[in-house]
């Protein structure tokens, strides 16, 4: 992972909304994405140096405080998802997004052998090439009928000897190649 750290105003690495994301081919390192789910109002210190560096991060929901969203801003530009947990906070249940030309779709819930209606529906008219999820507290990671299902795994306080991860997604011409990093 590149240590190299990059100011916040930087207009090629902090595009605005809408802007057009640099592409693989653009750049002389890998487009690198930051993902967690399942943090339940805790954010591990350890993320902040783990995602140093980053284009963009994902949390796949169950965010549980508001003020998370908050301090990943500081690293980089922040897409969240509502989950079950997350009653009451301003976050959407399903997101799409685009980065370094593919295309993300990011909801909590996500069983990929049994989908469900939202799920199959989003899948079906958003063609997305990767679906980011939580909830399982389990990290997967698995390519099935041409999508690249995703799950970080739980970052949220360590609690009975669970498992804890983060990821790293990093985009490289048209492959996307994924790392757990234990917590």
Not at 82 to 92: E, S
Not at 118 to 127: E, G, I, N, R, Y
């Amino acid at each position: 992972m590149s240590n190299k750290n990059h100011g916040i105003s930087d207009p090629k690495l902090y595009p605005t909304p809408g802007a057009s994301h640099l592409t693989p081919a653009s750049r002389d390192t890998p487009y690198k994405i930051g993902v967690l789910s399942d943090t339940h109002g805790w954010l591990d210190p350890l993320v902040e140096k783990i995602f140093a560096g980053v284009d963009h991060i994902l949390h796949a929901g169950d965010i549980g405080d508001a003020m998370i969203e908050l301090e990943l801003k500081f690293i980089a530009p922040v897409t969240v998802v509502q989950g079950n947990v997350d009653a009451g906070l301003p976050f959407k249940l399903t997101e799409i997004v685009t980065l370094a030309q593919k295309k993300f779709l990011i909801h909590h819930i996500v069983n990929p052998w049994a989908l469900s209606e939202t799920v199959a529906h989003h899948l079906a008219s958003q063609k997305p090439d990767a679906v980011i999820f939580g909830h399982t507290h389990k990290p997967f990671a698995q390519e099935l009928d041409g999508v690249f299902f995703f799950n970080p795994g739980y970052a949220g306080k360590p609690k009975f000897g669970a498992e804890r991860s983060v990821a790293i997604l990093q985009i490289v011409g048209q492959e996307i190649r994924h790392e757990f990093i234990p917590l």
